[in-house]
C-alpha cells in the first residue's frame, strides 16, 4: 500500500508542477524530476520498514540514523524543492548543490550504512537482482578504488569545464545528468571509502581505502582554488540568464563558489582519513579481543595503536 501511496504522490506532483507551477510552496519541486522523487521517499520508505523488522539490540545507532537520514533530506532539498531555481542563477548556489550531491549526502549515507535494514526492507525481488552474479561482476568493477576514483574525477571535474557546464545550465536534459552523475559518482565513490568492514567482507583493506580518500582530494584542491581565484569570468551563463542576487558581481559570485568547491571538501576528505583509520583501530581491538597467542610467544612491541 504504502508503494502505491508513493508512485500515486508522484503523479500529483508531476501534475502540479505542470499545471500550476506559480502556487507551489518552497518545498515542492521547482522542476519535478520522477527518479529523484521516487528513489528518495522508496529509500526512506524501506529504510522504516527494514527498522521496524531488526531487534532494536542490532539496529544501527542515532548518530549513523541521523547522518542517513539527514542524506537523503539533503538530496531531495537540492534537487526537489524551489532551490533548484536559486542553483540555476547563482553560481555559488550551484556548487552548493554539487557539493552536497558529491560530498556532503554520500559522505552521510557512508557513515550511515544501512545496508541492513535496506536489505530487509527492499522487496525480495529488488534484493535477489542486486545480488544476482551480472549485478555483483559490475559492481566488483565499479567498487574498485581506482575506478570509484576516477569516476568520481569525471562526475565531478568534467561539469566544471567552462563550456560544458554553460551546456549543461541551457539544456534541462543536461543538467539533470549532471546533477544525477554528481551524486552517483560521489554515492559509489563514498562507498567504498567509508565502508567500516574489515577485509575480508570489504574486499580491500582500510589504508588502501583511506589513501582512495585523502589522495583524491589534491587535484580537486588545484581545480576549485584555480576557480576561486582567477580574474577571469569562466561561467558567463549566470551573468546572461541574469542573477538572483544583482549585488554579488560576477567575480566574487565566482569566488565563493571555488571557495565551497574548495574548503568543505577538503575538510571532508581528511575527515574521512581519520575515519578509516579509527576504523582500522576498532577492527584491530576486535581481533585482539578473539585471539589466541600460542604457547611460548612473547610480544615485543606494541602495534601502531600505541597499545
Not at 520498514?49 to 541521523?66: D, N
Not at 559522505?107 to 535496506?118: K, N, R, S, T, Y
Not at 558567463?236 to 571557495?259: E, H, K, N, V
Not at 568547491?261 to 582519513?273: D, E, R, S, V
Request: aromatic share 14%; charged share 10%; net charge positive.
Amino acid at each position: 500500500m504504502a508503494d502505491a501511496a508513493i508512485f500515486i504522490a508522484a503523479i500529483l506532483v508531476d501534475l502540479a508542477c505542470r499545471f500550476a507551477p506559480a502556487h507551489l510552496p518552497y518545498l515542492l519541486p521547482f522542476v519535478f524530476n520522477a527518479p529523484v522523487f521516487l528513489v528518495c521517499w522508496f529509500m526512506l520508505l524501506w529504510y522504516f520498514r527494514g527498522m521496524a523488522r531488526l531487534e532494536p539490540a542490532k539496529r544501527p545507532g542515532r548518530l549513523r540514523r541521523f547522518f542517513f537520514l539527514g542524506a537523503i533530506g539533503a538530496i531531495y532539498f537540492v534537487l526537489q524543492t524551489h532551490f533548484e531555481y536559486a542553483a540555476q542563477h547563482m553560481f555559488f548556489l550551484n556548487r552548493l548543490q554539487a557539493v552536497t550531491l558529491g560530498m556532503v549526502a554520500p559522505f552521510g549515507v557512508a557513515i550511515g550504512w544501512m545496508a541492513q535494514p535496506l536489505a530487509l526492507g527492499v522487496p525480495p525481488w529488488l534484493l535477489r537482482a542486486c545480488r544476482s552474479k551480472p549485478v555483483q561482476n559490475i559492481g566488483r568493477v565499479l567498487f574498485h578504488p581506482l575506478c570509484a576514483m576516477l569516476i568520481f574525477f569525471v562526475t565531478t571535474d568534467l561539469w566544471l569545464i567552462p563550456s560544458v557546464h554553460f551546456v549543461a545550465m541551457i539544456d534541462p536534459t543536461v543538467y539533470a545528468v549532471m546533477n544525477l552523475s554528481c551524486l552517483g559518482g560521489g554515492l559509489l565513490f563514498w562507498l567504498v571509502v567509508l565502508d567500516p568492514r574489515p577485509k575480508p567482507a570489504a574486499r580491500y583493506s582500510y589504508l588502501a581505502r583511506a589513501a582512495t580518500g585523502f589522495f583524491v582530494m589534491f587535484p580537486q584542491i588545484a581545480i576549485s582554488a584555480y576557480i576561486a581565484l582567477t580574474t577571469k569570468d569562466l561561467y558567463s551563463f549566470y551573468t546572461l540568464c541574469g542573477r538572483l542576487f544583482p549585488d554579488i558581481s560576477p567575480a566574487y559570485d565566482q569566488m565563493l563558489g571555488g571557495m565551497i568547491q574548495w574548503i568543505p571538501p577538503g575538510m571532508m576528505n581528511t575527515a574521512a582519513l581519520i575515519i578509516t583509520l579509527n576504523a582500522l583501530r576498532l577492527s584491530e581491538m576486535e581481533a585482539d579481543k578473539i585471539f589466541v597467542p600460542p604457547p611460548g610467544a612473547r610480544v615485543y612491541e606494541a602495534k601502531w595503536t600505541g597499545r
